[in-house]
């Protein structure tokens, strides 16, 4: 196992040093701005340290053969320390598997800031901001823990697969959707979800939202919509969310869905109601919510 520095005599730029690299091997890249870089196939088990976020900056020529600023096409690579910023498509492209990437800033992208399409990558202490949208999350097994995504153009987090986590993460002023929740058995725990468009939008089956802080989203604070079922949303803090020119809600639950627990969530001032209900209110479960309002009687105690 060797470690190469960039720049140095030898590797101008990091994809020399990739290039020169094998397997196992670790590469620092120094304090600067730096052009894009492809961690290529068969390059596995690679790890690659910046001097930190706004020190070693990522930015001006993409990787090679794309128009990302970093492509990991390798597995079980480490990215740690750097910032990743102003590519005219993704920020951070990973579709391959078991990566981990920690103290990443990626901002200031065309599209996403980080997207992940392979299986058990972890993104860690990780910023998106300012792209079009900030983390999303297109195969299963993958984890988000302790991220801030926030005034992204789209959303703050997007996860289009199953058995995912976010953990612990921010989500704030993103336009559109703090997350966007288009698969099944996913777990959303312990989150903040603060000013957005809609604080979290649950599309399909079978996720866990529970003990999460969503408050003074612009549209609804957590949007059960379009057969959204067997949902839990249990112990959520969920406040000041939703106006008076458009509605939302605190829990805004469609009348395509059913058998979704809606139970012991802690509600205030949201507008129109702190808990609405599309459909018939036999159709899903509310039990122990504290709450000042809603459009059935009975739901809130």
């Known amino acids: ?40 196939v068969g390059k596995d088990n690679l790890k690659i340290f910046g001097c930190g976020i706004g020190r070693t900056i990522i930015a001006g020529a993409s990787a090679q053969g794309s128009n990302d600023g970093v492509v990991v096409n390798a597995n079980r690579t480490i990215l740690q320390g750097f910032t990743v910023q102003g590519f005219s498509n993704i920020g951070i492209f990973v579709p391959s598997n078991n990566n981990v990437m920690k103290q990443i800033e990626s901002t200031l992208n065309s599209d996403e800031g980080i997207l992940i399409i392979g299986e058990n990558n972890l993104i860690s202490n990780c910023k998106t901001s300012f792209n079009n ?11 988000v ?44 725990f312990q989150n903040k979800f603060l000013g957005n468009g809609c604080g979290i939008k649950i599309d399909d089956e079978n996720n866990n939202v529970i003990g999460n802080i969503v408050c003074n989203n612009i549209d609804s604070g957590i949007l059960l919509d379009n057969n959204a079922d067997f949902n839990v949303v249990d112990s959520n803090i969920v406040k000041n969310n939703g106006n008076d020119v458009s509605g939302g809600s605190g829990i805004f639950v469609d009348s395509s869905t059913e058998n979704n627990p809606v139970r012991f969530n802690k509600l205030r001032n949201n507008t129109p109601f702190d808990i609405e209900i599309e ?22 105690t």
């Open 133 to 143: 949208s900030g983390i999303e999350i297109n195969d299963e097994n993958n984890c």
């Open 279 to 300: 459909g018939l209110v036999t159709d899903n479960i509310y039990n122990g919510n504290k709450c000042e309002n809603s459009n059935f009687p009975g739901i809130c």
């Open 145 to 188: 823990i302790s991220c801030v995504s926030t005034q992204n153009d789209f959303f703050g987090y997007s996860f289009q697969d199953v058995q995912c986590k976010l953990l612990f993460s921010l989500a704030k002023n993103n336009r559109s959707i703090g997350l966007d929740l288009d698969d099944d058995f996913n777990t959303i």
């Open 1 to 40: 196992m060797v470690l190469r520095v960039v720049p140095s005599v030898m590797y101008s730029t990091v994809q020399a040093a990739i290039d020169d690299s094998s397997s196992g091997d670790s590469l620092k890249i120094l304090a600067g701005t730096f052009d894009g870089f492809e961690v290529t």
